[in-house]
């Protein structure tokens, strides 16, 4: 029981340093492109270099789970995670943008929630052992 939650602990450290990289890909590219994207499509762009950066961290060093299930099922499963990541985190960037809040302060507050959600849900259905 001790190893299981020195392991999970381990987990989710390594989860904070991966997100921590694509959050950075992530906030930099909506920074640069919302004045001129506008939310919704910057939110787009970044989310997706963000996921890029975090499949393959997450894969390979989040999880350790390149050769627990085939790429592709890894792949579809992700995707589906990030479709409702990314729903709902614009969702919650206009309604916290049109509540007054700056775009950049709604971001962080809007990822503060996301990121647990995607932790769990990555651990359960994405990266599982087989």
């Known amino acids: 029981m001790a190893a299981r939650r020195l392991g999970d ?3 989710a450290l390594r989860y904070v340093v991966t997100m921590g990289a694509g959050w950075a890909a992530d906030f930099v590219v909506f920074a640069i492109t919302y004045a001129w994207m506008g939310i919704p499509g910057a939110q787009f762009l970044a989310r997706v270099a963000g996921a890029a950066i975090g499949f393959a961290l997450h894969r390979h060093f ?10 592709a099922v890894q792949a579809l499963w992700y995707i589906g995670v990030w479709t409702l990541s990314y729903v709902l985190s614009t969702v919650l960037l206009v309604v916290g943008v ?12 809007v990822e503060l929630l996301i990121v647990p959600m ?13």
């Open 9 to 11: 602990a381990g987990t």
């Open 62 to 71: 989040t999880f350790r789970a390149a050769s627990s299930r085939p790429f």
């Open 98 to 109: 049109e509540a007054g809040l700056h775009p950049l302060v709604a971001k962080v507050g």
């Open 118 to 130: 995607n932790f769990l849900l990555l651990r359960a259905l994405v990266f599982t052992p087989r």
